[in-house]
């Protein structure tokens, strides 16, 4: 057996929270490619591997933030022409009539981005040219072109806004809005880290006595169940920030190791057994940041996302009460908590121990480390007062709160037992509708009647900006001096407001923003809808998980919702392209909420004659 695990030492260096970062920049990557294996064939690496084969001239740009596999797809081009991936940036041949920027902000100044550009530009009519640019970097080189600046800036613009644009031989990739959750992506990304065949024990492992971490951990992520709450996660940030698969391969990575090596874990577990590793290092606990400082989290704006989930924050009855008693949880919960198969009488710290079956099924209190079953049957039946406030301070508990992480655990790997990973989301997550919005956009993508989600949706609107709830009067927008009667957050009963003008609901439609060409080349996920008027682009409300919280909130309770500064900046600006566009009402109109029932009143004004 080899000392190490190569497993982990790669997994340790594709972190981006700390020194060893290998895994962030493609230079840097072969010799943990060497031990994980090949990329994950992502659609983006798919197409560009297949038009190299082909030959056919023409040039694709690929834009986008750093980390979201451009020069993965560069090293793919590479390697279909038979070739390896060039050190420099600049524009290079690597194979007869194919040509690369591997980089266009790797050139030193805007000149040499200008030349290299018009150079590939030129080139495209009779080979093959792929570039990789920044957004920013990009535009600033168009600038500098003539004849084909205008085309080229106006297929960036379109690409930025629909994802992917062509004309001609000319193709721009907006790889920001890739998405590693993919139905036909995700697990192949997880099990890149975490498959079987990586994990065999080293030498020394602790995985058959008292457990290892890291063992336990990566078993963990082979489980479907697991796989699909991670990625309830990932879908949930998607919303807050551009997922890069970088960041996702790093925290998925933090997740099973948390940058501790084989040999740090089998010297805890000589110092301390059983007691060594606990939760705490649990892929539950990590996937969320735990064992960061607040720092570094607020660096990873998809690990921000996440942890705006509130997992494990909300109180659930049933899954609390498993916990104090798992004999009257289903078996499957019961062997989360590490009840043992026969109840054993004998007393002392031992006993705390008996039934864990991995480090994910302990806890550290004052009194011991012990498992979750032992921990609820100390609170509920001891009569040692110690030992109690022990177990009550360790649910708690500041660094390692256990009723936390025994909701998470549950919601990771027993969603059956919630009645399904929607009612799960909906029990355990701050995000109570996350999956009614996830449903809703697979079915705007198919095709399928929506008219009742629709009318719910200008509910919740309308209440949110005048405090009329609802939407037999259309979508109601406010005279721009009235937008937002009341606070959304407050408490405070909503002011009537001037009615500017109405909008039948039969005007409204609900569309997916990835369609058509971004679909062929890119990683797709349904995480987002778009409320258009009149079917026009340039009218549209983008309707993401917070923005999407917000309205049903709104729709159902009528009452006070959490809402977020972009999501009503993002209100603002929807309803304020409605007033200019959209013709006022003819006649005066109030939307007030304070009469009973809530109305939109006309005002008639008095007429005054000649006496």
């Given at each position: 057996m080899p000392s190490e695990n190569q497993a982990v030492w790669a997994l340790n260096r594709l972190s981006i929270f700390g020194s060893a970062q290998g895994g962030a920049y493609r230079e840097h990557y072969s010799e943990i490619a060497a031990i994980l294996g090949s990329d994950v064939a992502t659609k983006l690496v798919t197409r560009t591997t297949d038009w190299c084969r082909t030959g056919e001239s023409g040039i694709r740009i690929l834009t986008g933030n750093a980390g979201t596999g451009k020069t993965a797809a560069a090293e793919a081009f590479c390697r279909a022409a038979g070739t390896t991936l060039p050190r420099g940036d600049s524009l290079e041949e690597v194979a007869t009539g194919k040509w690369l920027i591997k980089d266009l902000s790797g050139l030193p100044n805007v000149q040499s981005r200008v030349d290299a550009l018009g150079a590939a530009i030129n080139l495209s009519a009779n080979a093959q040219a792929l570039v990789c640019a920044n957004e920013g970097v990009l535009r600033d080189a168009l600038t500098g072109l003539h004849q084909e600046s205008a085309l080229l800036a106006d297929l960036v613009d379109r690409a930025l806004r629909q994802g992917a644009a062509r004309s001609g031989n000319s193709l721009v990739i907006n790889v920001n809005r890739q998405r590693p959750t993919g139905p036909d992506v995700w697990d192949e990304i997880v099990l890149y880290l975490a498959r079987e065949e990586l994990w065999a024990p080293c030498d020394g492992c602790p995985v058959d006595s008292t457990g290892c971490p890291h063992q336990?951990?990566?078993?963990?992520?082979?489980?479907?169940?697991?796989?699909?709450?991670?990625?309830?996660?990932?879908?949930?940030?998607?919303?807050?920030?551009?997922?890069?698969?970088?960041?996702?391969?790093?925290?998925?990575?933090?997740?099973?190791?948390?940058?501790?090596?084989?040999?740090?874990?089998?010297?805890?577990?000589?110092?301390?057994?059983?007691?060594?590793?606990?939760?705490?290092?649990?892929?539950?606990?990590?996937?969320?940041?735990?064992?960061?400082?607040?720092?570094?989290?607020?660096?990873?704006?998809?690990?921000v996302g996440m942890r705006s989930a509130g997992l494990g924050d909300m109180a659930d009855i049933e899954v609390d009460e498993w916990l104090r008693d798992s004999s009257i949880a289903p078996e499957t919960v019961a062997t989360l908590a590490g009840q043992p198969a026969v109840q054993n009488s004998e007393a002392g710290p031992r006993a705390d121990l008996v039934g864990t079956a991995s480090p994910l099924d302990r806890i550290k209190t004052k009194v011991g480390t012990m498992t979750f079953h032992r921990l609820g049957e100390i609170i509920a039946t001891s009569e040692d007062v110690s030992k109690v406030e022990a177990g009550l301070d360790a649910l708690t508990d500041r660094e390692e709160p256990a009723l936390q992480l025994w909701r998470r655990r549950v919601f990771f790997e027993a969603p059956a037992s919630l009645g399904g990973e929607r009612l799960a989301v909906k029990r355990l997550c701050a995000f109570r509708f996350l999956g009614d919005l996830i449903e809703l956009a697979e079915k705007v993508a198919a095709g399928v009647d929506t008219i009742l989600e629709l009318t719910e949706i200008v509910t919740g609107l309308n209440f949110l900006v005048t405090g009329f709830s609802s939407a037999n009067e259309g979508l109601?927008?406010?005279?721009?001096?009235?937008?937002?009667?009341?606070?959304?957050?407050?408490?405070?009963?909503?002011?009537?407001?001037?009615?500017?003008?109405?909008?039948?609901?039969?005007?409204?439609?609900?569309?997916?923003?990835?369609?058509?060409?971004?679909?062929?080349?890119?990683?797709?996920?349904?995480?987002?809808?778009?409320?258009?008027?009149?079917?026009?682009?340039?009218v549209t409300l983008k309707i993401g998980p917070r923005m999407h919280e917000a309205i049903r909130e709104a729709a159902l309770f009528q009452g006070p919702v959490g809402h977020g500064i972009a999501e009503m900046t993002d209100l603002r600006s929807f309803y304020g392209r409605l007033v200019a566009e959209g013709e006022g009402v003819s006649r005066l109109r109030v939307a007030d909420p304070i009469a009973e029932p809530p109305a939109l009143i006309s005002i008639t004004l008095p007429r005054f004659s000649n006496a």
């Open positions: 336990a951990n990566a078993a963990a992520l082979r489980n479907p169940d697991v796989r699909q709450g991670l990625r309830t996660l990932v879908r949930l940030a998607c919303g807050e920030a551009v997922p890069t698969v970088r960041e996702v391969l790093a925290i998925l990575s933090w997740s099973i190791t948390g940058a501790m090596s084989c040999e740090d874990v089998k010297s805890a577990e000589r110092d301390s057994g059983a007691a060594a590793f606990t939760s705490k290092h649990s892929y539950f606990a990590r996937v969320l940041g735990h064992g960061l400082n607040l720092e570094t989290i607020e660096r990873s704006p998809l690990l109601v927008v406010p005279d721009p001096s009235c937008l937002f009667a009341r606070n959304p957050g407050s408490f405070r009963p909503a002011r009537p407001s001037l009615v500017h003008s109405q909008v039948d609901v039969d005007r409204l439609s609900l569309r997916v923003p990835d369609v058509g060409l971004v679909v062929e080349e890119l990683d797709v996920d349904r995480v987002e809808l778009q409320l258009a008027v009149d079917n026009r682009s340039e």
